[in-house]
């Protein structure tokens, strides 16, 4: 199944549910809102039915209590989400994401240095894999 975007609000509720384990009520969910989101809880209800609708959750009753499970995997999510951004933004270009986070000072020196180290390290991994 292919996945697809996530408006901004429902990610932000789809994490709330990851963060829990993969699954939590409404009730929970508007807890972690508090002092960050402004919903009622109507809100929360109609994103939840949505995220339903469209198998990114899935819900379970439990007496008067509805649990929503996540239906997607949060990492295959994450990478989705970055491909399809250095994509849409960057033209698949990690160097014009790199240039463009620098410059803007989104990111510093120590992070290029933390990024090269890193990338070092995948590549080491890769050549030592093609030497078995």
Request: proline share 1%.
């Amino acid at each position: 199944m292919a996945i697809s975007r996530l408006p901004d609000a429902e990610l932000e509720i789809m994490k709330i549910i990851w963060k829990c384990g993969g699954s939590a009520t409404s009730f929970q969910i508007s807890k972690e809102l508090e002092g960050k989101r402004d919903w009622a809880i109507t809100t929360i209800l109609n994103f939840l039915a949505r995220m339903v609708d469209r198998d990114f959750l899935t819900v379970q009753r439990n007496g008067k209590v509805n649990t929503y499970t996540s239906a997607v995997d949060e990492q295959e999510y994450l990478e989705m989400e970055s491909r399809s951004f250095l994509e849409r933004l960057h033209g698949n270009s990690l160097k014009s994401l790199i240039a463009a986070l620098y410059s803007g000072e989104a990111i510093s020196r120590d992070d290029v240095e933390e990024l090269k180290r890193f990338i070092d390290e995948k590549a080491g991994e890769e050549k030592t894999e093609g030497e078995l």
